[in-house]
């Protein structure tokens, strides 16, 4: 499963901060942290939900400060994902927690595209970028960083919403998601995670999202399956996130194979890498090794990957392309 091609379409890049790099950073820009080792990090990152998780990942960004430092993040990212087969990565990232702490969003933007750069010339990688606005800030916020993004909008392929969810539905964000439709960029939402079906039905019809993030909770309403299925909407799902931020108890209660049977077009992908113990490559794995998925069902999951991705028809048919023949290649072996 880990050469299978495949894409990754749900990866936040201020999630990839492993905690060697985090230590390097500080001391690079003499920024404290409140942590004294490598493991003292990993130690830390015990999570019952979703906030115990988004408090340390806000305080890990801090160290993020010049155009070198994304470019380094993203550097690190793109040479492990290439490294477990993704051939096309979408990745999220959240200016406002940048924003905010005085960093302009011309160094984000700048230090995330020579990642990119180097990521297309190193591992013959594609990328899009996904700008996310933070939904426990108000919509107001959301539109002055999507009024910042404007000049770059050549660059950007979409918007998305993350960060804490109840209390915090899509509707709240339907102003600045009618701008970015407008303006024409693709929208996708975290939408299920911890909240309910009823903020993913605003999701689909509200933000008139592409694609959605999560979207376990849907499983709790059969006419929102059959809507999904029908729809061939996309869901970025993530397990080893999942069970870090226990959504689920065990892999083995993961929902995933009831997504498959359902007809749902659900993809894996690994969300925050360096805080829930695995890239994109160890979430196929551990699924397997759950007893979650057969190979073949690693095969579609890689297929539908590829199906749910922004990339245009052209590019998309060379995709499947090289994942048709790595499958016959393989299958050919043994
Ligand atoms: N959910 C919400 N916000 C996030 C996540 C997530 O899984 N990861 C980073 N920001
Ligand atoms: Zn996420």
Same mark, same amino acid.
């Given at each position: 499963?880990?050469?299978?091609?495949?894409?990754?379409?749900?990866?936040?890049?201020?999630?990839?901060?492993?905690?060697?790099?985090?230590?390097?950073?500080?001391?690079?820009?003499?920024?404290?942290?409140?942590?004294?080792?490598?493991?003292?990090?990993?130690?830390?990152?015990?999570?019952?939900?979703?906030?115990?998780?988004?408090?340390?990942?806000? #305080?890990? $960004?801090?160290?993020? =400060?010049? &155009?070198?430092?994304?470019?380094?993040?993203?550097? %690190? /990212?793109?040479?492990? @994902?290439?490294?477990?087969?993704?051939?096309?990565?979408?990745?999220?990232?959240?200016?406002?927690?940048?924003?905010?702490?005085?960093?302009?969003?011309?160094?984000?933007?700048?230090?995330?595209?020579?990642?990119?750069?180097?990521?297309?010339?190193?591992?013959?990688?594609?990328?899009?970028?996904?700008?996310?606005?933070?939904?426990?800030?108000?919509?107001?916020?959301?539109?002055?960083?999507?009024?910042?993004?404007?000049?770059?909008?050549?660059?950007?392929?979409?918007?998305?919403?993350?960060?804490?969810?109840?209390?915090?539905?899509?509707?709240?964000?339907?102003?600045?998601?009618?701008?970015? #439709?407008? $303006?024409?960029?693709? =929208?996708? &939402?975290?939408?299920?995670?911890?909240?309910?079906? %009823? /903020?993913?039905?605003? @999701?689909?019809?509200?933000?008139?999202?592409?694609?959605?993030?999560?979207?376990?909770?849907?499983?709790?309403?059969?006419?929102?399956?059959?809507?999904?299925?029908?729809?061939?909407?996309?869901?970025?799902?993530?397990?080893?996130?999942?069970?870090?931020?226990?959504?689920?108890?065990?892999?083995?209660?993961?929902?995933?194979?009831?997504?498959?049977?359902?007809?749902?077009?659900?993809?894996?992908?690994?969300?925050?890498?360096?805080?829930?113990?695995?890239?994109?490559?160890?979430?196929?794995?551990?699924?397997?090794?759950?007893?979650?998925?057969?190979?073949?069902?690693?095969?579609?999951?890689?297929?539908?990957?590829?199906?749910?991705?922004?990339?245009?028809?052209?590019?998309?048919?060379?995709?499947?392309?090289?994942?048709? @023949?790595?499958?016959?290649?393989?299958?050919?072996?043994?």
């Amino acid at each position: 499963m880990t050469a299978l091609p495949k894409a990754e379409l749900h990866l936040h890049i201020e999630g990839s901060l492993e905690p060697e790099l985090m230590f390097a950073l500080a001391r690079r820009n003499r920024v404290s942290i409140p942590f004294k080792s490598v493991e003292d990090v990993r130690n830390a990152y015990q999570f019952t939900k979703l906030q115990d998780f988004l408090d340390i990942y806000y #305080a890990g $960004a801090d160290v993020l =400060r010049t &155009a070198e430092d994304f470019r380094d993040l993203a550097v %690190a /990212y793109f040479n492990r @994902a290439a490294a477990d087969g993704v051939t096309h990565a979408e990745i999220f990232f959240d200016p406002q927690t940048h924003t905010l702490r005085g960093v302009p969003f011309d160094v984000v933007m700048q230090g995330l595209l020579a990642g990119v750069e180097e990521a297309r010339r190193r591992h013959g990688m594609s990328v899009l970028l996904i700008l996310c606005f933070l939904r426990h800030l108000d919509e107001e916020s959301a539109f002055s960083t999507f009024r910042s993004s404007e000049k770059w909008f050549d660059q950007i392929c979409g918007v998305g919403l993350d960060s804490s969810e109840v209390g915090h539905p899509p509707s709240k964000f339907a102003k600045v998601f009618a701008a970015a #439709a407008a $303006a024409g960029l693709k =929208r996708v &939402a975290h939408a299920g995670e911890e909240g309910p079906p %009823a /903020y993913v039905y605003e @999701a689909l019809d509200i933000l008139q999202v592409d694609r959605l993030d999560h979207g376990n909770r849907s499983l709790e309403d059969p006419f929102l399956i059959s809507r999904l299925a029908r729809e061939a909407m996309t869901l970025t799902v993530c397990p080893l996130s999942n069970l870090k931020l226990r959504v689920v108890e065990d892999l083995r209660d993961h929902p995933i194979d009831v997504m498959l049977q359902k007809g749902l077009r659900a993809t894996l992908n690994s969300d925050d890498p360096a805080y829930f113990g695995g890239y994109v490559a160890d979430n196929y794995r551990a699924l397997a090794a759950a007893g979650k998925i057969s190979h073949a069902e690693g095969i579609t999951l890689a297929r539908n990957s590829f199906l749910g991705s922004f990339l245009t028809d052209e590019a998309l048919t060379r995709q499947l392309e090289n994942l048709d @023949a790595f499958v016959l290649r393989h299958a050919a072996q043994q």
